[in-house]
């Protein structure tokens, strides 16, 4: 748990994950079944039940709208959410993004705020772009584990080759995830506003090679 700001004063946050859960190597059926509650709770695997968690927000400059249960976020979103709303600022990169779901218009400073509705889905597209747990980590995750199931030599050759795909789409996709990163962040500090135009072709961009990621399998 994190917990950080007075709720009468400044934003408070937490965020939780179930502390019951274990994985174990039983059931071998299927991984959905590996969770035994009667453990203490582990990292590594990719179930709901070890990969989602709750974050709480409540201060000044949230929206008091109850439970969102929209916008797709992870821990990195945390540090940049939070600087927005304490009106601070760091020289700590962050992959993160200011969660401007939740957050009040008059909160964020004006380049946050212009095309604000852009901005949010660069911001959605960025996360399943770059996220450990996004639509391009698990989609390459699903087409590696199934490229690994081989068993001769001419599997093995093709195996090098879709390695070698792989290898390139990653490149493209650290890049791209780059520029958008930091487009985020020099919005976020008020520094900069983001071109819309620009953030429509990094929107298409990046769900374009979440796309080719999903045919990797293929």
């Known amino acids: 748990m994190f917990t950080a700001g007075d709720p009468l004063r400044n934003p408070t946050f937490t965020y939780f994950a179930d502390a019951d859960y274990f994985l ?19 990292h590594g695997d990719i179930q709901p039940e070890i990969a989602n968690t709750w974050l709480g927000f409540v201060g ?6 109850g439970i969102d249960g929209q916008t797709w976020s992870d821990h990195t979103d945390v540090q940049p959410t939070m600087l927005r709303l304490l009106g601070l600022q760091s020289s700590y990169p962050t ?5 401007l779901e939740d957050l009040l218009p008059w909160a964020v400073p004006d380049s946050l705020t212009m095309h604000r509705g852009v901005l949010m889905q660069l911001g959605a597209a960025y ?7 996004g639509a ?11 490229a690994m199931q081989t068993g001769t030599a001419a599997d093995d050759a093709a195996y090098a080759a879709f390695d070698q ?6 490149a493209q996709r650290d ?9 985020l962040s020099a919005a976020a500090s008020g520094s900069q506003t983001i071109d819309v135009h620009q953030a429509q072709a990094w929107i ?9 990621a999903a045919s990797l399998g293929s």
């Open 24 to 42: 174990t190597d039983f059931p071998t059926s299927t991984c959905k079944t590996c969770i035994n509650p009667a453990f203490a709770w582990n």
């Open 60 to 65: 000044p400059g949230v929206k008091d709208e």
């Open 95 to 99: 992959d993160g993004r200011v969660l």
């Open 127 to 133: 996360k399943q772009l770059n996220a450990p747990f």
């Open 136 to 146: 391009f980590g698990m989609n390459t995750l699903a087409a590696t584990t199934g």
């Open 165 to 170: 795909h792989l290898a390139a789409l990653t």
């Open 175 to 183: 890049a791209l995830a780059a520029q958008i990163r930091d487009a």
């Open 204 to 212: 298409a961009q990046a769900n374009g090679l979440i796309g080719d």
